[in-house]
């Protein structure tokens, strides 16, 4: 059953608002109407500019095509709206109650790097050295004092990581080895892939 | 010793140096060498410099041709090599242009050979965009540059990269001389006068400095000091010497 249109001072989700008319009326795919025909389905869309952001939001969404026309009777312009295959889903998912609302359709990418980060003057670094390991990148990049191993285990972290993305390759050398310790791997920059560094994969796209 | 960088007043000076042109009057006076004789951090500090500005950095190599240059540079700028010379520098100029992001070039010497048409590469992309771009070189660059009028006239500052203060050394033994190499491993004190000491030795440069920190790290461990003194490091060397008989120079003549 299709819920209940609200008042005029509470319809604020215009489109959802157009798709439960559509569904009352059991329009499909190829049913046709006009912004005259919406307007007397649902008086609400007729305060301020709510019917033109509700069309314009579905043909937008690619849930309704428009095509303007011409009344020969009147002379005036006469637009005409068309319910796609995508729309006639949604006027069946509005008929079962479920409300069509904005927001991300799918899952986000990864976070924007910032120009600042350790990650980003890292890659510079690799960039510019092309052979590197984790201990000389965070002696370049950290102040004496400041928490130089943590910026070496974060080195070490990242160039593992680039070299499973096929940017960087591990030498067969290793260095700085002093005493017990298997020192440290260098990584050589096989595929640069510009200014910015490389984008592991999603786990949400993957 | 204690891991991590220094920065010392040669970083600060190459910084002020950036300021400072960035202010110019003209706009074509883009270049800006950068001088300094070997061991006293300048690839270091450049290096530092670019991956935190993010300015594109290229280090010059003796094989280096007109193309070979402009390849290097697309590449830092992400861009494509295709098509000719002109091209992929038209290509550099837009992105320069529009981004104006300075360059680095590191090991600028070679860049100046029998002629400085590689110079003048990097002068055009300079002229058109008015950005800025930055020669490191050894210290007898600016000489060489000199030699091209119209491009020395577009040299906006050189920048001097001293041999280390005894600020430097002072800075240096203070931020990384250490009984171990951990992090919280326990600092390890020198005596003013010891400090002066390196400094005398290494002759203010950074490479000879740290090997001299080591050594005497290295002594105190051995010898369980907890602070060091003149009298503990008096007749040693600290660095590396280099002594014995001059090559190619007789015996009898060596006095």
């Not at chain 1, 849930?63 to 009147?74: H, I, K, P, S, V």
Request: proline content about 4%; glycine content about 8%.
């Amino acid at each position: 059953m299709t819920p209940a249109l609200k008042p005029v001072e509470e319809l604020r989700w215009v489109a959802s608002a157009v798709l439960q008319a559509l569904a009352e009326r059991g329009k499909g795919k190829g049913d046709t109407f006009t912004a005259a025909d919406l307007l007397a389905w649902v008086p609400a869309l007729s305060a301020g500019a709510k019917r033109t952001n509700a069309t314009t939001r579905l043909v937008g969404l690619g849930l309704l095509t428009y095509r303007q026309g011409f009344d020969a009777d009147t002379a005036d312009l006469q637009g005409t709206y068309t319910v796609t295959a995508a729309g006639a889903e949604a006027i069946q998912a509005a008929k079962a109650g479920k409300a069509h609302k904005s927001g991300p359709k799918r899952p986000h990418g990864n976070r924007p790097q910032s120009a600042s980060a350790f990650s980003t003057q890292l890659w510079r670094l690799v960039r510019a050295r092309r052979l590197l390991d984790a201990k000389e990148a965070a002696e370049t990049l950290v102040d004496a004092g400041d928490d130089v191993k943590k910026a070496e285990q974060h080195a070490s972290k990242l160039f593992r990581r680039w070299e499973l993305t096929g940017h960087l390759a591990a030498s067969k050398q290793r260095v700085h080895r002093v005493g017990t310790s298997n020192g440290h791997k260098r990584y050589v920059l096989i595929n640069d892939c510009g200014p910015m560094p490389p984008q592991s994969p999603s786990k949400k796209t993957a | 010793m204690k891991p991590g960088f220094v920065q010392t007043e040669n970083f600060r000076r190459l910084k002020d140096a950036e300021k400072l042109v960035a202010r110019r009057g003209a706009s074509e006076a883009g270049l800006v060498i950068v001088r300094g004789v070997f061991g006293v951090g300048k690839s270091k500090l450049t290096e530092r410099w670019a991956a935190e500005s993010g300015y594109v950095f290229i280090r010059a190599k003796e094989t280096y041709t007109k193309r070979a240059l402009l390849d290097e540079l697309a590449d830092a700028m992400g861009l494509a090599k295709g098509g000719r010379n002109i091209e992929v520098q038209g290509r550099i100029i837009a992105k320069v242009g529009v981004d104006m992001v300075p360059i680095i070039v590191d090991e600028a010497d070679h860049l100046v050979r029998s002629t400085a048409s590689l110079l003048e590469v990097l002068r055009d992309i300079t002229d058109v965009t008015g950005c800025m771009c930055f020669l490191v070189g050894m210290e007898h660059f600016p000489m060489k540059v000199a030699r091209y009028g119209h491009i020395a006239s577009r040299v906006a500052k050189v920048v001097e990269f001293e041999t280390l203060s005894i600020g430097d050394i002072r800075a240096t033994v203070n931020a990384k001389a250490s009984l171990g190499s951990e992090p919280n491993a326990p600092a390890l004190p020198m005596d003013e006068d010891v400090v002066a000491e390196i400094h005398k030795q290494c002759s203010g440069r950074m490479r000879l400095a740290l090997n001299a920190i080591a050594n005497i790290e290295g002594w105190a461990h051995a010898n369980g000091w907890k602070k060091v003194t003149l009298a503990d490091i008096k007749g040693k060397a600290l660095c590396t010497e280099f002594s014995g008989k001059p090559l190619g120079v007789s015996a009898n003549r060596v006095k």
